[in-house]
């Protein structure tokens, strides 16, 4: 084209920015990002969107919300893309934020496809889903594993031909219902039974719901086992060793943690999350070496990690509290002077102190280990503080909630008798 008299328009920029997208070619995107610009094409709706999708898959979140507030005009997949780019870079606090924004100006453009797409983007959210419920695998996602598995039953004897998505939906209700053996059951069934009749044969999400299964119900061997065997593309992969981490942390399996953070750093080099997983492992089994050598890597490759943080909302108002930033939070005082409270009768009640609750800080280059309170621990103490008791407390988190956190909220919530809803990535 460049070689012809034929003159590139705002579709031609917008198709080759999305190659540039899916080939995560950002170096080409900025070079035709700026040829755009040169062109005066900088606020065409169309070319804006594609920029605003292929910044935010590159971790670019800064420069895809430059190009969206200098937009003159947002339809409603210009406004999807930029909450969807907040949430793929784990910044659910500017997702929910945002998304409230296209709630109050242009609800009445909204459709299902961009329900589904935020609500998708926005899983973790847990204020947008109080308010956009999907009813269509509602029965599958809430526990109710023995009524979706009658309706699967009566489905196939109506005639009506499963597909993937069928099975997935019925092996996430087995999963939410600890039906551990009747879902494995389901997953050799496609091989043996529906994939010969209906052709349908398992692919990496139905093993992937597997693994997440196994490895909740503490069968972590199996779990690695199967997750060894799967062949999964890079993103998939990332999911799949993502969620066997997860689920060993959980359940204090350290060998596993290391060897699945190990596979997610190869797969993605770029997510600091996969670092400092393997990072803390290192640190909970006292081998200082592996972690300097962890950090030091993360500095060579310009990895940084996102600040725990976790938030509350009262009334009207969203209020997000730091790891560490103990006396800084809002009503610092009454918070510190609760904890400290609490702590005492948790003590009393056989609560031990975990190795979890320490956060490592940087203090020019040098680890500064101190003893202090996570994000939605202060959160916590400002709910129990502000709120009225007859309210329940939710708390929004950006990283998963740690074991030890875990055990002190469910000891807090016997102490003062109230209930907690904490959600977190």
Known sequence: MQESSTKPNVFTFATMVKACSVLADT????????????????????????????????????????????????????????????????????????????????????????????????????????????????????????????????????????????????????????????SLEHLNSMQRKHGIKHGIMPDVKHYMCAVDMLGCAGRLDEAYWLAKTIQAKPDDGAVLWG?????????????????????????????????????????????????????????????????????IQVKETIYVFYAGYVLSCIRGNGVVHLSRELEVKMKERGYVQGSNDLVFVEVEETKEKILSLHGERLALGFGLITIPKCVTIRIMKNLRMCRACHKAFKLISEIVKRDFVVRGM
């Open 27 to 182: 170096e080409t995107g900025r070079k035709l990002h700026a040829r755009i610009e040169m062109l005066g094409f900088q606020s065409n709706l169309v070319v804006c969107t594609a920029l605003i999708d292929m910044y935010g898959k590159s971790n670019n979140v800064d420069e895809a919300r430059r190009i969206f507030d200098m937009m003159a005009y947002c339809n409603i997949i210009s406004w999807t893309s930029m909450v969807v780019a907040y949430a793929q870079n784990a910044q659910s606090h500017d997702a929910l934020r945002l998304f409230r924004e296209f709630i109050q100006s242009m609800y009445y453009l909204q459709n299902h496809f961009m329900l589904a797409s935020v609500v998708n983007a926005c899983g973790s959210l847990e204020p947008i889903c109080n308010t956009l419920y999907l009813n269509d695998s509602w029965s599958c996602k809430n526990g109710l594993g023995k009524l979706s598995l009658k309706l699967f039953k009566e489905m196939l004897e109506r005639g009506i031909r499963p597909n993937g998505v069928t099975f997935v939906g019925v092996l996430h209700a087995c999963s939410h219902s600890s039906l551990i053996n009747v």
């Open 243 to 311: 969620t066997l981490v997860a689920t060993s942390i959980t359940h204090g399996r350290l060998d596993l943690v290391v060897e699945a953070g190990q596979k997610l750093i190869e797969l993605n080099r770029q997510v600091a999350t996969s670092y400092i997983t393997v990072s803390n492992t290192y640190a909970v089994a006292g081998k200082w070496e592996n972690v300097h050598r962890i950090r030091s890597e993360m500095k060579q490759k310009n990895v940084y990690k996102e600040p725990d943080c976790s938030w």
